[in-house]
């Protein structure tokens, strides 16, 4: 032990006499290449690379009788309304099967090496991904007879590409899109229809054009708050899927027929971006053009959004428009401000949506929500809302709405309840126009990065729901 504790104090002298030399040369030195890389977290090190490890589980189970749609609500699948769930069930034999439920496991693991070289500093990344999710709907009998419950259980290589540079990196392989689609969520706490239906926003048709995949991408920050990106993406279009069906242009004979347009002809999404963060403004435009690699741009589109914070005011605009050359287009806008006031909050928000399909015009549509909030007491807050949305606007009765009230009390450091009431409705000639519903949800983070929830709701129309989540990130 003695000998240990001789060599042990050695090493440490030497390295503090070492620290305190460098130090009077000026110099700062680091014992480990993590630290002079500025990585932290979960790591290993080498001589001169670090391996970052980072991943996280999902879980979430869901029960009840939930599988319907409320009529009214959605019935219009172009329209982008919110699918109000509604109860269903199937009869076989004489016995009523009404129960779903799901569960679902997602987890990730990635890891990053990374060393220095003359450009910045060079990375290899690898992230693996599993999401493993079980399906059951009236008791798995929808069809009428039974039905093997669906799931799936893949780990699939999510994320694999090398990247080098500092305030210029370059990236090659495969991982997400270098697209910038946010400064484009409404601020009113029950958000805006058709911005629920595309992920909370303003979006052009998810298929037009493609991004993320296989890429080769290019970041440069400019200073003073400007980012440029550009990019070359779905580079990995699969050229035996077919883009179209072939189908007859006479249905009488077979003389018409035009071939299927395989899914190559989409490969190949050429990607710009211009970003700025700065003096409270955030703004971007993203630049699409898909299909290139062939010579012809099959489709484009363009998304936009921008967010501006004066003192008691925040104010958003956000537009998305799409186009290919079989002349159908799309065009999606929005607009949000927030008041806040001491203890209230204000905002208002409106949407709309409209284009063309095969050079027709389809229908416009358009919406606005709002909502009122207080804090009443420390950890106590309440919100009322309400949000309205018309289907066709050059059509009577095809208008669908929501009114709110919300509770969401911290009762201690770890646990909030959170509380709501409210209606569904619409003025369409359906069997129930509207759809009274209460939930509840307790949330719990005791820390660690661990979070978990239990939420049951409740509707008029017979539907209800009992779901459970649990989380847990490591970085």
Request: charged letters at 15%; glycine letters at 14%; aromatic letters at 10%.
């Amino acid at each position: 032990m003695k000998l240990k504790s001789l060599i042990l104090g050695s090493v440490a002298a030497a390295g503090l006499s070492t620290a305190g030399f460098a130090a009077d040369l000026g110099v700062l030195t680091s014992l480990d290449v993590c630290d002079s890389l500025g990585i932290s977290g979960l790591t290993i090190s080498s001589a001169d690379n670090c391996l970052q490890i980072t991943g996280g589980v999902k879980y979430e189970f869901n029960w009840g009788d939930f599988n319907g749609n409320f009529n009214g609500m959605g019935v219009n699948a172009a329209a982008g309304t919110r699918n109000v769930m509604d109860n269903s069930s199937t009869t076989v034999g004489g016995t009523t099967y009404d129960n779903d439920w799901d569960s679902k496991v997602e987890s990730w693991v990635k890891f990053a090496g990374t060393a220095s070289s003359d450009f910045g500093p060079a990375s290899a990344v690898i992230k693996l991904k599993n999401e493993w999710k079980v399906e059951v709907r009236d008791e798995g009998y929808s069809t009428g007879a039974y039905v093997a419950p669906a799931g799936s259980n893949a780990v699939i290589i999510d994320e694999a590409y090398v990247s080098i540079g500092d305030t210029t990196t370059i990236m090659a392989g495969k991982k997400g899109s270098i697209a910038n689609f946010g400064d484009d969520e409404p601020f009113n706490f029950l958000g805006l229809f058709n911005s629920d239906a595309v992920d909370k926003g303003v979006m052009f048709a998810k298929d037009l054009p493609y991004d993320g995949g296989h890429v080769i991408q290019v970041v440069s920050d400019l200073g003073n708050g400007v980012v440029v990106k550009a990019g070359l993406e779905n580079l990995d279009s699969n050229a035996t899927a077919a883009f179209g069906a072939a189908v007859p242009t006479n249905a009488a004979t077979t003389a018409g027929w035009y071939n299927a347009v395989p899914g190559a002809q989409n490969a190949g999404t050429a990607i710009g971006v211009l970003e700025y963060a700065g003096d409270g403004i955030t703004a971007h435009v993203t630049g699409l053009a898909g299909g290139i690699l062939d010579g012809v741009v099959e489709n484009w589109a363009v998304h936009a959004g921008v967010t501006g914070t004066f003192d008691m005011f925040k104010v958003r605009a956000a537009g998305a428009y799409s186009a290919n050359n079989a002349n159908d287009t799309y065009w999606n806008v929005l607009g949000s401000a927030e008041a806040s006031f001491d203890m209230f909050k204000i905002a208002l928000s409106g949407e709309a949506t409209g284009g063309q399909n095969n050079g027709v015009a389809v229908a416009t549509q358009t919406g606005v929500g709002g909502s009122i909030g207080a804090t009443v007491t420390e950890g106590v807050s309440i919100n009322l809302g309400g949000r309205w949305f018309d289907e066709d606007t050059g059509t009577n009765n095809t208008e669908g709405y929501q009114v709110a009230a919300q509770l969401v009390a911290a009762v201690s450091e770890t646990i909030t309840i959170t509380g709501e009431v409210g209606v569904y409705g619409t003025n369409k000639a359906v069997a129930q126009q509207t759809d009274f519903y209460g939930a509840a949800e307790l949330a719990w983070a005791p820390g660690g990065g661990f979070t978990s929830s239990v939420k049951g709701e409740a509707h008029q129309n017979g539907a209800y729901k009992v779901t459970f989540k649990a989380a847990k990130e490591f970085k």
